[in-house]
């Protein structure tokens, strides 16, 4: 079991940053993947950034330039830099990680382990 728990979520003006972490134990696995998904009211779930050790980053489009994810689930947790937020980014933010992978999957059906959540409110 791998035990996953989120913070530094909070409110930002547009324009602003934030950085979110994600603190990780129990069993972690070296080929594991660990990302971020975001899920905002009304909408469904949605991929966000991840990275596996070896294999590098993976981002959504609409967070390219403007996100960064580091860390490791080998270093007991991975980071998100949010920076230039904007509204449309307001949501709930949850930290996931997979079994082994050799690939970095952004379907959360891919993911095993969850976080419980830290809300982001970008405010206009």
């Known amino acids: 079991q791998v035990q996953l728990v989120e913070s530094g979520g909070g409110l930002v003006q547009a324009g602003g940053s934030l950085r979110l972490s994600c603190a990780a134990s129990?069993?972690?696995?070296?080929?594991?993947?660990m990302g971020w998904f975001r899920q905002a009211p009304g909408k469904e779930r949605e991929f966000v950034a991840a990275?596996?050790?070896?294999?590098?980053?993976k981002y959504a489009d609409s967070v390219k330039g403007r996100f960064t994810i580091s860390g490791a689930i080998v270093k007991n947790g991975v980071y998100l830099q949010m920076n230039s937020l904007k509204p449309d980014d307001t949501g709930v933010y949850y930290c996931a990680a997979t079994g082994d992978r050799y690939f970095i999957p952004s379907a959360s059906s891919e993911y095993t382990y969850w976080g419980q959540g830290t809300q982001v409110t970008v405010s206009s």
């Open positions: 129990g069993r972690t696995f070296s080929s594991s993947v």
């Open positions: 990275l596996r050790s070896g294999m590098g980053t």
